[in-house]
Nanobody, 118 residues
């Protein structure tokens, strides 16, 4: 499995960014896809996930109502639409994948930096 994240950047508080993760190497029908983030000096944390086959989503409380995860089965991409960004959303964002029956995310893309200025 190869995951390639893109779309990070610098944005002012209240603004929006869209992250994209291009996935390849497998058929992902039996996978969860997710976004995690890691801020300086903090542990990596879960942001959002989506079950590839049926589109069921899950979000961290801190981003619920502001972020939306989606997938495109034709393009094999996972998108994280981030609205109403806050300075505390500043982090390196990673896309990840795991099989449905596996508890830990096994596959990781390289990170993409998101910086939100106040």
């Amino acid at each position: 499995v190869q995951l390639q994240a893109s779309g990070g950047g610098l944005v002012q508080a209240g603004g929006s960014l869209r992250l994209s993760c291009a996935a390849s190497g497998r058929t992902f029908s039996n996978y969860y896809m997710a976004w995690f983030r890691q801020a300086p000096g903090k542990e990596r944390e879960f942001v959002a996930s989506i079950r590839w086959s049926v589109g069921i989503t899950s979000y961290a409380d801190s981003v619920t109502g502001r972020f939306t995860i989606s997938r495109d089965k034709v393009k094999n991409t996972v998108t994280l639409q981030m609205n109403s960004l806050k300075p505390e959303d500043t982090a390196v964002y990673y896309c990840a994948a795991r099989l449905l029956q596996v508890s830990a995310y096994e596959y990781w893309g390289q990170g993409t930096q998101v910086t939100v200025s106040s």
